[in-house]
């Protein structure tokens, strides 16, 4: 299959309306507030390019998913953005309605409107094709104000979303700098024959990790192995039959874990000597309890201990590309950063390409030397670049490129 995208370099911005797609998906304290806004940051060049451009400029991103306590509005967001733009953005407190359509309509050359959370919009959340989102509502009602969508959320490409998928169908669609710069990025790590890959996963998107880590085992040759933390790892710990106490089990329970217990099963199944799991643990209060002693000497487990530390950091040694996604522990409590700033450390401190990924290990960056952290490639993208990684071509470039063709648009090819 052909792939090509069509970037800012492939047609004349000047004077038009364009809805721009973000990621803006940051991590939330219990206040609701951001405590880290490299998300936001990342945007700043494309935004700025189009304000250059003479383009008018509507913003588009979601924040948290339904349910969850990190599901909020994007008042903050707009005003984070305003500042490291250092230009006016304005936000209203809509999507689709009479509101957000007439302020679209009335959008200036040059000016920045941001709409709210995108995921407000329960269809919006439908994994459904692009032919089929492209009658949603909002699609029907946003696209004929502009000329074109611009996709600059890799970290949200592996979702088969409204607004990923459906409006280039309908709208010329292209890659903004951040979907362009990652997928070059990319492009040479994804080839299969750049082996051993080791893939450090942890964080608590468990139902995602199962997806992940099965194709990621499945796409590569035997030398590919998979190291697991945080939650994740509880998971698969239980799914391997240890007893991983009575609190982290209700923990699992509540995160929806029990339901994926049979996959983890088969995955370890398949997979047994390719999947790594911890073998000790920081529990709450701080004490250090290996994993045959968890059910004796109960505890929330709130980080990896110094063992599983020390053997996920000799594997990765033997490794050509490692690949961090998702932290090893509740990293925003700060007795618990350890076991995540010492792998990326050490992964750092390889020969291999390092790639850190997701919107939460990147809060880890801050305590690595300098002259490490910049051998880390920092992606956008936490889900969608392993994906990516384990070679699935993504909805959201797939969209892209569909529009390139159906628009007859130039641009750059990836595969
Ligand atoms: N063992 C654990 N138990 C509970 N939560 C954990 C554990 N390890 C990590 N976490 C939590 O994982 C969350 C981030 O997970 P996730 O959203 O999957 O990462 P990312 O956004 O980087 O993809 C953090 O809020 C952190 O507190
Ligand atoms: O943070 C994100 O994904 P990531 O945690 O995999 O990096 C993206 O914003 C996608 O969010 P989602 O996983 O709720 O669809």
């Known amino acids: 299959m052909s792939i090509k995208v069509a970037t800012l370099d492939s047609v004349d911005l000047n004077g038009k309306k364009v809805l721009l797609r973000v990621d803006f998906n940051s991590p939330l304290n219990e206040n609701k507030k951001i405590i880290d806004f490299s998300r936001i940051k990342i945007h700043v060049k494309t935004i700025g390019e189009l304000i250059d451009k003479n383009a008018s400029v509507v913003i588009l991103t979601h924040q948290g998913r339904p349910g969850m306590e990190d599901f909020s509005d994007l008042s903050e967001h707009s005003l984070l953005l305003e500042k490291?733009?250092?230009?006016?953005?304005?936000?209203?407190?809509?999507?689709?309605?009479?509101?957000?359509?007439?302020?679209?309509?009335?959008?200036?050359?040059?000016?920045?409107?941001?709409?709210?959370?995108?995921?407000f919009l329960s269809e919006e959340n439908i994994e459904a094709s692009g032919d089929f989102h492209s009658k949603s509502y909002m699609v029907r009602k946003l696209?004929?104000?502009?000329?074109?969508?611009?996709?600059?959320?890799?970290?949200?490409?592996?979702?088969?979303?409204?607004?990923?998928?459906?409006?280039?169908?309908?709208?010329?669609?292209?890659?903004?700098?951040?979907?362009?710069?990652e997928v070059i990025a990319l492009k040479e790590i994804r080839d299969p024959k750049i082996s051993p890959k080791i893939f450090v996963l942890g964080g608590t998107k468990i139902n995602d990790s199962i997806r992940i880590i099965n194709n990621i085992l499945k796409n590569?040759?035997?030398?590919?192995?998979?190291?697991?933390?945080?939650?994740?790892?509880?998971?698969?710990l239980f799914a391997s039959g240890i007893d991983i106490g009575k609190s982290n089990k209700e923990k699992l329970e509540k995160l929806g874990g029990i339901s994926l217990l049979s996959n983890a099963k088969s995955i370890l199944l398949n997979y047994k000597d390719r999947i790594l799991l911890p073998e000790d643990f920081v529990i709450e209060g701080g004490?250090?309890?290996?994993?045959?002693?968890?059910?004796?000497?109960?505890?929330?487990?709130?980080?990896?201990?110094?063992?599983?530390?020390?053997?996920?950091?000799?594997?990765?040694?033997?490794?050509?590309?490692?690949?961090?996604?998702?932290?090893?522990?509740?990293?925003?409590?700060?007795?618990?950063?350890?076991?995540?700033?010492?792998?990326?450390?050490?992964?750092?401190?390889?020969?291999?390409?390092?790639?850190?990924?997701?919107?939460?290990?990147?809060?880890?960056?801050?305590?690595?030397?300098?002259?490490?952290?910049?051998?880390?490639?920092?992606?956008?993208?936490?889900?969608?670049?392993?994906?990516?990684?384990?070679?699935?071509?993504?909805?959201?470039?797939?969209?892209?490129?569909?529009?390139?063709?159906?628009?007859?648009?130039?641009?750059?090819?990836?595969?």
């Open 84 to 119: 490291e733009l250092g230009y006016k953005v304005n936000f209203i407190d809509d999507i689709i309605g009479p509101h957000a359509r007439n302020s679209i309509f009335m959008l200036k050359d040059g000016e920045v409107l941001m709409l709210d959370n995108v995921r």
């Open 220 to 236: 590569s040759n035997s030398s590919t192995r998979v190291l697991l933390t945080g939650l994740v790892s509880e998971l698969f």
């Open 143 to 181: 696209a004929p104000l502009f000329n074109y969508f611009i996709n600059d959320a890799f970290a949200t490409a592996h979702r088969k979303h409204a607004s990923i998928v459906g409006f280039p169908y309908v709208l010329p669609s292209l890659a903004g700098r951040v979907m362009e710069s």
């Open 287 to 415: 004490g250090v309890v290996d994993i045959k002693e968890l059910p004796k000497k109960e505890g929330l487990i709130k980080d990896i201990g110094e063992k599983t530390i020390e053997e996920y950091s000799n594997i990765m040694r033997e490794a050509k590309v490692i690949v961090l996604r998702g932290p090893a522990g509740v990293i925003e409590e700060k007795e618990y950063m350890k076991g995540s700033i010492e792998l990326v450390k050490n992964a750092a401190s390889t020969n291999a390409k390092v790639i850190l990924g997701g919107g939460h290990l990147t809060a880890v960056l801050d305590f690595i030397p300098e002259n490490l952290r910049t051998r880390i490639h920092n992606s956008s993208g936490g889900g969608a670049l392993l994906l990516y990684l384990s070679g699935e071509m993504l909805p959201g470039i797939e969209a892209l490129s569909f529009s390139a063709s159906k628009f007859n648009l130039d641009g750059i090819q990836l595969e």
